[in-house]
């Protein structure tokens, strides 16, 4: 599975997604508000074994996530408005290339959140 999320104060809107139905959450049952805080690369192998997932709903009930990885993104003005994660079933790890890739593709996200709907090249 695979998003990029938005956040506010109280919910997070799924915006892209792949292999997930949901749309919105609340903040509460969220990991990326986790991940925005951390402003680096959040990485949870298993979160039946952490603490701070183990009781998720999301965890617990559908879709039974176990792994996340998830990429802050960061607008040109320094605010942190989301991620873009990618969630197993399956407990898994991430290689440092992987991360890599995943940073980039975050990069990438953050390059059209800064784009200005209404530019003009003339």
Not at 7 to 13: A, F, G, K, Y
Request: hydrophobic content about 40%; proline content about 5%.
């Amino acid at each position: 599975m695979a998003l990029v999320s938005l956040l506010d104060r109280e919910r997070q809107w799924l915006k892209s997604t792949c292999g997930v139905a949901v749309r919105q959450t609340s903040r509460e049952a969220s990991f990326c508000a986790h991940a925005i805080l951390r402003r680096e690369v959040m990485i949870i192998p298993d979160a039946l074994l952490d603490m701070r997932f183990a009781d998720n709903p999301f965890v617990v009930g559908e879709p039974r996530i176990r792994f996340y990885a998830g990429c802050p993104l960061v607008l040109q003005d320094g605010s942190c408005v989301g991620t873009l994660c990618i969630l197993d079933t399956h407990p898994r790890q991430l290689d440092g290339i992987e991360i890599h890739h995943l940073q980039d593709l975050g990069a990438l996200v953050e390059q059209e959140l800064s784009r200005s709907p209404c530019t003009s090249d003339s």
